[in-house]
């Protein structure tokens, strides 16, 4: 890692002085727009996270929490499950397939639906070597859930975080029972359907939240556990073009020293889309260096007192290089298409909200950087292709 | 950012080189197995060493031509790429989703040239994208490679009219051409980015220049400046419409002086001739709304120059220049910057007026007024001024004022524009005589001919301060040479000045006269003789001519002339330089012998013998005055031809007056007789021996006139001689006597050779025996024991006895006449 990375990095979490803000041109409504200042403490969590799964091996309540899959097929798999289940998706051929990442960091291809949809399919129970199975009755559940990851913060330990990733809320549950109480000598296949299913929220893997959408084959069992397996499929809703669409436009600057102008040409993006816009440099007395465009993501949990925002920026695109002269315009061109994004999502089901910002920053030749964060909504036009 | 050290900069270039070429290892690799993400990758990972800000241009050039031929590769990859099947819109998006501006800006060109073949969009619309994002581009250096590497690429596929790609409107391709020509010169801008102005920090100034230097990497602008040119679209409708208004626009918009200055100076150099003239309205618009500290003047100058050098290339654009009254467009811009700017420094302002005159001279030779008009704004501006300080002004001033003389090669012409001295008021007094000298010059070099009084009235107006002490002449610390140059140019002008009409060359003379005879003590010596000289060729051609071919009332007779000289002479024996003044008399006096004017000739004889009496101090000059002195009265054919009493009278006048001694009738032998006293009375005791000796055989001439048969007189001739010897003989024994040695013979050889002249003349007097006593003496002299041996004296004997050897041998009658004498 080269110094001026380093710089760069550092640079993010440096204090950053005020900055005045003039909406209009009267100057009447000028109001101070604070900078954010990043304390570098704050780093550290980040770094949990990251690890956050290892942590979850040591955690017992999280065996039958249906969350973490991953490990529970890890600790089923020592006892062999005596048969074996598949669900299918009926029309899971012609049906489109996304790629969803899966906790143990694995990317699948997932069935894709939307709401109002019918999800129908079945479900093949295959004993291992022909053994008899006994059980209490087969059932499907279609479960939209979300999961939120809380932490609750120590002042004086910081080592000490306590998570409390059981929190589980299912927002949708439907159940089709499958078979009633007996045995399984054989090879059975169950159909089943769930009919335009409403499925308000889409499928988001975020930082401290999830929501997914299973289907949960239970195989219920006296004396021993349930044999479980889950099926994930990933909802997506589609908005169609919002009727007011105005652009961003906005003066910004530091008194005497900087004045600028962007102009973004939308304020509703879809995900595909191309941010176009420029920014203008109306009086410039600080030797800038150069100028970029993040998008972040605000992703913010829990309510209240509990509330976790967390922020996350998913890429700087360099916008200029160089110090500009006054007079001077800039265009913007970003291509949204390389970025993982997600339509924004306001408050879903009260636990948690997602919004995407534009955050234009111009550095110094000190390195100091000097921004302006605008919000943009994003949202999920429905691809005709 | 610039480095500190050549090593640090090599170093860094090497690590530059090296990174650049393992990523394009690379992109090779992916290119070879067609993986065009892979090739996107790690292309922009190799261009990515080009963001670099540690290396000078000039290594950045080095790196960035090695870039430069990846991208080559890269550029027939893309070819390829979608000749496959590749859609070039998607390429075109997909190279700008890098995150670094400088590689993705650098891949969207390589692109965009494939873009612009393959025909799926209109050439302009690409090249207007791409120049468009090249905005992004604000740093100097980087921004200049870039925006020269898209002229690279897009060269040949600027939108040219009759192209291959053509179809598009004309207007388009002028806003493609200016665009990028714009964006190029913006990057000059950029070379000082601190756009904060900060008074007194000059060092930061000058960091800035010189940034701003590097960045004028000729190399590179001089490729971008050629693409332009050679954009065969643009016409010079499409100029004046749309191309010269928009970079003018960039270029007052950049706001930075120094990129500005380099800008305008770039338009003036690059668009053709015929362009400025028929744009000059908008091109000299722009100046006043230019930065004020602007170098306008020279770029200003650059122009004029540019335009007097077409105008004088052919006479057939002439009438152009007149179509678009370029002159008076000039004259007034000029006014408006300098209005403009009123932190001008004067010499800012002179440089433009003179480009400006030199311009009019070129496009309008004929119309005199207009060079007139331009001094007299230039008078204007700097009225209220004091005399210039300021050296490199005033040298402009000097080649200002240089200019009309340089075109007409006329001092006349000169002359008529009434400006022309009141702008040389405000030199001062060292450079107008610098002025004064050039002009001088150049009425020398030409031979101008100055014949009216009018203009020798006026030239000596000019040149003022060469003939006079101007206000301040205390600090007169000018180097005698220089002095000695100067005023010798003026000599020679005067004598330059020539009429062949009597009467208005008297008046010329009258004037001259005028004017120097205020020239002080140091001048006078040099500026009187030539007047003189020329007076007296007056004289000459007034005596040439018939007799009083002018009507009774002519003014200008020798007599006159004559009085006028007479005056003047006499204030160089007041300065004093009577020598000088001594010589002039005599040159009068035989002028005027030569006449007839006899009362003259005694008048101007009076005075110079005043001036021995009086002045002649010195032994030496003394003798030279006795010599000429005597020459002149030799040749006097005056004094005896006619009424030789009456002569002799007036002559024994002047010796009486000299001496207050005699007052009786004296012969011209008897004049002799006098100065015989004269040079006893005097010579005991101002004369050194040989002098007297000298002047006494002189003296023998004034005996023996070859063409006036009654001054012949052989017997004084041979007393003259006589003494000579006398003297001669004293002052070898006065020698013997003080050194003990004698001194040398080289006066008897030289008495000898005055015997040999009057024996050849035929003086009786003179007799063989004489002279062989005479040459055995000589012998016994060189001879003796005592001598001392003087090679020149025996060289000079040697030669004067050859030639009676020669003489001998010759033949003839004075050959015979040689015969008797025995060497």
Known sequence: MSDEDLKNILGGFYMITSIVVMRGSDGKSKSKFQFHQYNRRFVSPLRFYNIFDTHVLHAPQSLDSGFHQSIMNYLVGAFKPPCNIFVSFADGRSRKQVPLKKENGKTVMAALFQSQESIVGEVVIEPVHRKKVEHNGVKIELLGQIGLLYFLMSFIFISELYFDRGNFYDFTSLVRELDIPGELYERKTYPFEFSTVEMPYESYNGVNVRLRYILKVTISRNYVSNIVEYQEFVVRNYTPTPSINNSIKMEVGIEDCLHIEFEYSKSKYHLKDVIIGKIYFLLVRIKLKNMELEIRRRESTGSGPNTYVETETLTKFELMDGAPVRGESIPIRLFLSPYELTPTYQNINNKFSVKYYLNLVLVDEEDRRYFKQQEITMYRLLETS | ?823
């Open chain 2, 1 to 823: 950012m610039i480095a500190d050290g050549v090593e640090d900069e090599e170093k860094w270039l090497a690590a530059g080189i090296a990174g650049l070429q393992q990523n394009a290892f690379y992109m090779h690799r992916a290119l070879d197995s067609n993986n065009l993400r892979d090739a996107l990758k790690y292309s922009a990972q190799m261009l990515s060493e080009l963001r670099t800000s540690r290396l000078s241009p000039h290594k950045y050039y080095e790196l960035y031509m090695r870039a430069f031929d990846e991208l080559r590769k890269l550029e027939m990859f893309f070819k390829e790429e979608t000749r496959r099947g590749c859609s070039i819109v998607d390429l075109y998006e997909l190279v700008q989703h890098a995150g670094n501006i400088l590689p993705r800006l650098y891949l969207l060109c390589t692109v965009g040239s494939v873009y612009i073949k393959s025909k799926e969009a209109p050439a302009k619309d690409v090249l207007k994208d791409l120049v468009e994002m090249c905005r992004g581009i604000q740093h100097p250096v980087r921004g200049l490679f870039l925006r020269s590497y898209l002229a690279q690429v897009s060269r040949d596929k600027l939108p040219d009219i009759g192209s291959e790609y053509e179809g598009h409107c004309r207007g388009c391709c002028g806003i493609c051409a200016s665009k990028l020509y714009g964006d190029e010169q913006i990057v000059g801008a950029d070379a000082a980015p601190g756009t904060r102005p900060r008074k007194g920090e000059k060092r930061e100034r000058e960091e800035r220049a010189k940034r701003s230097c590097n960045i004028c990497d000729p190399q590179l602008v001089g490729k971008n400046l050629h693409v332009l040119s050679q954009i065969e679209g643009i016409d010079l409708d499409m100029y004046k419409e749309t191309v010269l208004p928009r970079v003018l626009e960039q270029v007052v918009n950049c706001k930075d002086e120094i990129a500005q200055y380099y800008l305008m100076d770039c338009i003036i150099q690059v668009f053709p001739d015929e362009y400025h003239l028929q744009t000059l309205d908008v091109l000299l618009g722009a100046f006043p709304q230019l930065q004020p500290t602007v170098d306008i003047k020279t770029v200003l100058s650059r122009l004029m120059e540019r335009l007097s050098n077409y105008a004088a290339s052919s006479a057939d654009v002439l009438p152009e220049f007149l179509q678009v009254e370029a002159f008076s467009k000039l004259n007034n811009a000029i006014g408006k910057v300098i209005e403009a700017q009123p932190d001008m420094p004067i010499l800012g302002m002179i440089t433009l007026y003179s480009s400006l005159l030199t311009f009019t001279l070129h496009v309008h030779p004929d119309r005199l007024d207009y060079a007139d008009q331009v001094l007299g704004a230039c008078v204007k501006k700097l009225s209220g001024k004091e005399k210039l300080e300021d050296k490199k002004a005033t040298k402009q001033i000097v080649s200002l004022l240089s200019a009309p003389l340089d075109k007409y090669n006329d001092i006349v012409t000169a002359l008529k524009l009434s400006n022309y001295p009141r702008v040389m008021e405000y030199l001062d007094s060292e450079t107008n005589k610098v002025m004064a000298t050039v002009i001088i010059q150049s009425i020398m070099k030409n031979k101008t001919r100055i014949s009216t009084a009018d203009r020798v009235e006026a030239l000596f107006e000019l040149i003022k301060g060469l003939i006079k002490d101007l206000d301040d002449a205390f600090h007169d610390e000018v180097d005698e040479d220089d002095f000695k140059e100067e005023q010798n140019s003026v000599a020679r002008l005067i004598q330059l000045l020539h009429s062949d009409d009597p009467e208005e060359m008297f008046k010329i003379i009258c004037t001259v006269r005028k004017h120097i005879l205020g020239g002080g003590p140091k001048r006078l010596p040099f500026t009187v003789p030539p007047l003189v000289f020329s007076s007296l060729k007056l004289v000459r051609q007034l005596q040439g001519q018939e007799e009083n071919p002018f009507g009774e009332e002519e003014s200008t007779t020798p007599k006159k002339i004559f009085q006028v000289l007479n005056q003047t002479v006499e204030t160089l024996s007041n300065i004093p330089a009577p020598e000088l003044a001594l010589q002039l008399f005599l040159q009068c006096a035989e002028a005027a012998n030569d006449c007839d004017l006899e009362p003259v000739a005694y008048e101007f004889f009076t005075q110079a013998y005043i001036l021995y009496e009086e002045e002649i101090s010195d032994s030496r000059a003394q003798v030279t005055a006795i010599h000429l002195i005597i020459g002149t009265l030799q040749r006097m054919h005056v004094f005896g031809v006619e009424n030789r009493d009456t002569l002799t009278h007036k002559a024994t006048g002047v010796i009486f007056l000299l001496f207050h001694m005699f007052r009786k009738q004296l012969s011209i032998f008897q004049l002799y007789l006098t100065w015989a006293l004269v040079f006893e009375q005097y010579s005991a005791k101002l004369l050194k021996k040989p002098d007297q000796c000298r002047a006494v055989y002189a003296c023998s001439h004034l005996f023996w006139v070859d063409d006036q048969d009654n001054v012949k007189d052989g017997e004084r001739v041979l007393l003259c001689l006589k003494r000579a010897l006398r003297i001669a003989n004293a002052a070898q024994q006065m020698s013997n006597a003080a050194r003990g040695s004698a001194g040398s013979v080289t006066l008897f050889v030289e008495i000898l050779n005055k015997y040999l002249y009057f024996f050849e003349k035929g003086n009786p007097q003179i007799t063989v025996a004489a002279i062989q006593s005479l040459i055995e003496l000589i012998t016994t002299e060189m001879h003796s024991d005592s001598s001392t041996p003087d090679p020149a004296a025996d060289a000079f004997f040697a030669s004067t006895l050859r030639y009676m050897e020669f003489q001998k041998q010759k033949g003839g009658a004075i050959g015979e006449k040689y015969e008797p004498i025995k060497v």
